[in-house]
Nanobody
């Protein structure tokens, strides 16, 4: 079973920053579009950001200008730098891996909790 291991969640105040990390197996990391989803309390899961194997990032509108997704191929790790956090960013954040031919993520991490207080 493929393991995506997230870390970096926590409790912060509005306006603070957090950086999430996700480590993936090398064989998966090098061939997948990696990314992040989140699920706010009581709401549907939503896409946050993705980054291609060539490190081209794409963001959901709510993250543009505040979130930065990056990948470190030497460490098989992707990051989500989140700045100017808002209470509505409170959610469980999931790392995902998607083969370029897939429509939906093929692999999910276990999730890491982010809570932003006002």
């Amino acid at each position: 079973q493929v393991q995506l291991v997230e870390s970096g969640g926590g409790v912060v105040q509005s306006g603070d920053s957090l950086r999430l990390s996700c480590v993936a197996p090398g064989s998966l990391f090098n061939t997948s579009i990696m990314g992040w989803y989140r699920q706010p309390p009581g709401k549907e899961r939503e896409w946050v950001a993705s980054i291609t194997t060539r490190a081209f990032p794409v963001y959901a509108d709510f993250g543009k200008g505040r979130f930065t997704v990056s990948r470190d191929s030497a460490a098989n790790t992707i990051y989500l730098q989140m700045n100017s956090l808002k209470p509505e960013d409170t959610a469980v954040y999931y790392c995902v891996a998607r083969h370029p031919s897939s429509i939906r993520p093929d692999h999910w991490g276990q999730g890491t909790q982010v809570a932003v207080s006002s």
